[in-house]
T-cell receptor
Framework: EDKVVQSPLSLVVHEGDTVTLNCSYEVTNFRSLLWYKQEKKAPTFLFMLTSSGIEKKSGRLSSILDKKELFSILNITATQTGDSAIYLCAVFIQGAQKLVFGQGTRLTINP | NAGVTQTPKFQVLKTGQSMTLQCAQDMNHEYMSWYRQDPGMGLRLIHYSVGAGITDQGEVPNGYNVSRSTTEDFPLRLLSAAPSQTSVYFC?????????????FGPGTRLTVT
């Protein structure tokens, strides 16, 4: 059974801190790993990772994939209250043409 | 471009009732899918479609039907609602199936079954 596991499930930090969110996976036919941010409503796309060791960056957010150890991390530096959200990790399964999501990490940034 | 739209935003049903959640996209996307989101469980795929006339089951298809008669619309039917179907439902679409195409999500429908 394809499985994606995120940790921690919940995280509370102060503004300005740096956070690292984890995503590990066990799937039959890996194609890519995606990160989403979900605030009040629909998830919005952050990154897609397909190759090991290549960091993707967008402002204060960055992410990297390790296909040997089957995990990815999402880093957020100099956190702001606007970063408070649920962060979702998903793996795209080749052949089955579907995304399998992890449980999500609820991140709360306190001022 | 309205993107992906879903109706209704909220719905309360009694056990045993049936209803259809509507999803439409105006981006000419081939791939559409339905997810449900429950606390602590992320999003789980219910059904998906790689094009008009083609649908397939996801992880949790029981109790739900779909059809795709046009490229734009992908309705989700609950045949006989059960309290276990209380959830937030998201529809998503992408240009084609395949990981290289970003999925766009609708705003969601919050369904409560009593």
């Amino acid at each position: 059974e394809d499985k994606v596991v995120q940790s921690p499930l919940s995280l509370v930090v102060h503004e300005g801190d740096t956070v690292t969110l984890n995503c590990s996976y066990e799937v039959t036919n890996f194609r890519s790993l995606l990160w989403y941010k979900q605030e009040k409503k629909a998830p919005t796309f952050l990154f897609m990772l397909t190759s090991s060791g290549i960091e993707k960056k967008s402002g204060r957010l960055s992410s990297i994939l390790d296909k040997k150890e089957l995990f990815s991390i999402l880093n957020i530096t100099a956190t702001q209250t606007g970063d408070s959200a649920i962060y979702l990790c998903a793996v795209f399964i080749q052949g089955a043409q579907k995304l399998v999501f992890g449980q999500g990490t609820r991140l709360t940034i306190n001022p | 471009n309205a993107g992906v739209t879903q109706t209704p935003k909220f719905q309360v049903l009694k056990t045993g009732q049936s209803m259809t959640l509507q999803c439409a996209q105006d981006m000419n996307h081939e791939y559409m899918s339905w997810y449900r989101q429950d606390p602590g469980m992320g999003l789980r795929l219910i059904h998906y479609s790689v094009g008009a006339g083609i649908t397939d089951q996801g992880e949790v298809p029981n109790g739900y039907n779909v059809s795709r008669s046009t490229t734009e619309d992908f309705p989700l039917r609950l045949l006989s609602a059960a309290p276990s179907q209380t959830s937030v439902y998201f529809c998503a679409s992408s240009y084609r199936s395949g990981s290289f195409y970003e999925q766009y999500f609708g705003p969601g429908t919050r369904l409560t079954v009593t």
